[in-house]
């Protein structure tokens, strides 16, 4: 038996194609006859349509249709998953606009350039009418009302019964209000959609060629929106220039063209400029967070309550239903903590609608919790690292369900802790931030630490795959993720070599075609690797055990003693003499009509629960607020791990866009919600020149749950990273008094704190022992029809 080929460091076979230009991406298609669609978008966040006329445009040199809500007739639909049920997006706006970027009118042209001239021509009479931007406004009675019958701009929200005694026997209570603030996803590739009207009698009459995360998700969703049948549609996903979350489901862009496609009998193209990805994509994160911590003076953490917002955006995204779903789900973290209160609600705003960013809720748990640990270590005069240690749910605990109900499979986080510890002289870091401090100097040192647990495959525990060997011995994947970037080419290839001793250069790999692949839940919640993986173990498994049974009665043998050879195929036991190729195996099976390929389905008992430690350092320049991230080391566990490479290139990205929102990344709203960060000249997406090299370290603790023994590893890096570098930022000017910063911890914002230090703070001051603020009001907790009131 050959020497297992998983957990070894092997390089990503997808690579030379992307590296060499050979890529296949939505805009390099171009059938004949292709027509080019583009939008007349709003350039208001909350108006009137009064008129619109398009008759120039309709004349204008190559034009083939230009439509409006009326004359496209499209219904409104949900995108992807409903936030609220009772506001459907309509695809193209009809009477009122509801962000800056709404899509009002579609044009469609024989060349991209005329499409794009004829839409300077329409004209749009609109009438202003006040908007609602700011989530926590957007609740209250004085905010415009978005959307007919709905109260107070509530999207959706619950009330935790035992929120009023959570606190009780506490002997130090800390409080704080956080801004896990709304960023952009700034995919390399924006979204593109390129539909192909196919002859009438093709039994798949429309094939869609999309960048996104889950193909037959796009087939399910189209269908349902034009009521007709999935599998009338072949939806192709070729190569997707990065996603993060923001390609999931479709968007009412995608609708419009398959519907004009239809209207044309022609293909029709759409793909996003930059300009339109930074307004009209789906943002993610937006949320504020009101956290209470009770705690014994010992530092034993007694209770905690959160009271939180989160920002749907316009018609609801999904992303803002995250406060009540993953954000919730993971409030308690890593620790023990005997009571918790979990409140929420998500508003309606008129910004653009919020979706998933990489770790869709899990970060902005990690983000809260990490946040007023830290708060409650400075009131105590406890280390930080020392405060955690002492609250950690020890390994010996597991499997272990947490006070909102969920059940972690694994973990042992003090191992994650030591080991992140161990590779960092943490006394050292003290040292010379109290050297700095008591020279004076005007950089000074912050060091920031976060423990941290996540969900993944939390919204799909069941995936599809084939596996075939071929009359040559090569062998060929089908699985229904749908890889954008994490080396499922590799790995899954990898398993299948492991698996029947087929060399990777001889295993190929097909995905994301509903025309080849029955079923699949595409890529997203850091699933693929858990269920995907598992899948295709399980496919290899079947046709191994048919082949162990051919090689047996072949070589008259028992088939306990048939093993995978070293050299390739099977063979006996001790008796390499004894062996058969793959190709003599699929000769031997054609000739019994017995091929040799199997599909599986596999299906997960739950979810599983990564986590990890991180430690960031960073230097801030107290004269002027800049801050300078200079290391940043990381204890990730994901389980069993297939190939380190991969699994590092996973930490870097998640650690990347973690770092930038503590740092540098928002999209930003003028009060009357004008886009302020609709370019990259204005949005601080930093380069790598702005990011020190990354310390990356991983331990290992398999998941009951799979064969495989793996967890997801794409949004750990994120989840771990953004509290360690902000706590680091308020870590360097604890000194001084400063409690808190929210992200982004930009220059201004820290000079600020600096400044301000010593002057008592909202912050400080937002919910001494007998304030209230009602500013939630949520439905659906009482028999009564009238909204309830949260309390903060």
Known sequence: MPGSILGTSVVRVEDPALLTGAGTYVDTMLPEGT???????????????????????????????VFTAQTLGLPPF?????????????????????????????????????????AELVAIDYEPIPAAVDM????????????????????????????????????????????????????????????????????????????????????????GVFGIEASSIRVVAPHVGGAF??????????????????????????????????????????????????????????????????????????????????????????????????????????????????????????????????????????????LRRRNLIPADAFPVTTQVGTTYDSGDYQGALDKLLAVVDYPELRREQTRRREHGEVIQLGIGVSTYVEITAGGGQNEYSRVEVHPDGSATIDVGTSAHGQGHATS???????????????????????????????????????????????????????????????????????????????????????????????????????????????????????????LSVVEVDTDTGKVIPIRHVAVDDCGRIVNPLIVNGQQHGGIAQGIAQALWEEAVYDQDGNP????????????????PSFEIFNTETPTPYNELGAKGIGESGTIGSMPAVQNAVVDALSYLGVRHIDMPCTPERVWRAIASADVPSEQQDWAEPGDVFTILPIRGTSSSSDAEAVDI
């Open 245 to 386: 979350g923001g390609k999931a489901g479709i968007v009412a862009e995608h609708a419009v063209a398959f519907a004009l496609a239809g209207r044309l009998a022609r293909p029709v193209k759409w793909v996003e400029s930059r300009s339109e990805n930074m307004v009209a994509m789906p943002q993610g994160r937006g949320q504020v967070q009101y956290a209470e911590l009770g705690l014994r003076r010992d530092g034993t953490f007694v209770g905690l309550r959160c009271r939180m917002v989160g920002d749907g955006g316009a018609y609801g995204g999904f992303g803002g239903g995250l406060v009540l779903g993953p954000t919730r789900t993971m409030a308690q973290g890593v620790y023990r903590i005997p009571k918790v209160a979990y409140s929420a609600v998500a508003a309606f705003t008129n910004t653009s609608p919020v979706g998933a960013f990489r770790g869709a809720g899990r970060p902005e748990a990690a983000a809260f919790l990490e946040r007023i640990i830290d708060m409650a270590a400075d009131e105590l005069g406890i280390d930080p690292v020392e």
């Open 78 to 118: 949900h995108g992807f998953a409903a936030l609220n049920k009772d506001v459907p997006r309509p695809p193209l706006a009809s009477g009122v606009v509801q962000f800056v970027g709404d899509p009002v009118v579609a044009v469609v042209a024989n060349t991209r350039v005329e499409a794009l001239d004829a």
């Open 676 to 691: 302020l960060t609709a370019t990259l000249a204005e949005y601080a997406m930093p380069s790598a020149a702005e990011l």
């Open 492 to 614: 899954f290839a990898m398993i299948v070599a492991d698996r029947l001793g087929i060399p990777l250069e001889q295993i190929k790999f097909r995905q994301s075609d509903t025309a080849i692949i029955p079923r699949g839940g595409g890529t997203g919640g850091s699933r693929s690797l858990q269920i995907g993986g598992s899948a295709v173990a399980g496919a290899a498994e079947v046709v191994l055990d048919t082949a162990k049974k051919l090689a047996a009665h072949h070589l008259e043998a028992a088939e306990d003693d048939i093993v995978v050879a070293a050299t390739g195929g099977l063979e006996v036991a001790g008796v390499p003499s004894a062996h058969l190729s793959w190709t003599q195996l699929a000769d031997i099976a054609a000739q019994q009509d017995q091929p040799l390929f199997a599909t599986f389905d596999f299906q997960q008992e739950s979810a599983t629960f990564p986590f990890g430690a991180h």
């Open 35 to 65: 027509a080019h669609l583009v939008f007349v978008r709003s350039p208001y966040a909350h108006a009137k349509v009064l008129t619109v006329d398009v008759s120039d445009a309709a004349q204008a040199p190559g034009v083939l249709g």
């Open 136 to 223: 926590e406004y957007a609740l209250t009675s004085h905010a415009p009302q978005l959307y007919e019958d709905v109260t107070r701009n509530i999207a959706a929200g619950y009330r935790d019964p035992a929120d009023d005694d959570v606190l009780g026997g506490a002997e130090v209570i800390v409080r704080g209000r956080f801004e896990n603030q709304r960023v952009a996803v700034v995919p390399m590739e924006g979204n593109a959609i390129l539909v192909v009207p196919n002859a009438p009698a093709s039994d798949r009459p429309w094939t869609v060629y999309i960048s996104t995360q889950m193909p037959h998700a796009v087939a399910d969703l189209l269908a």
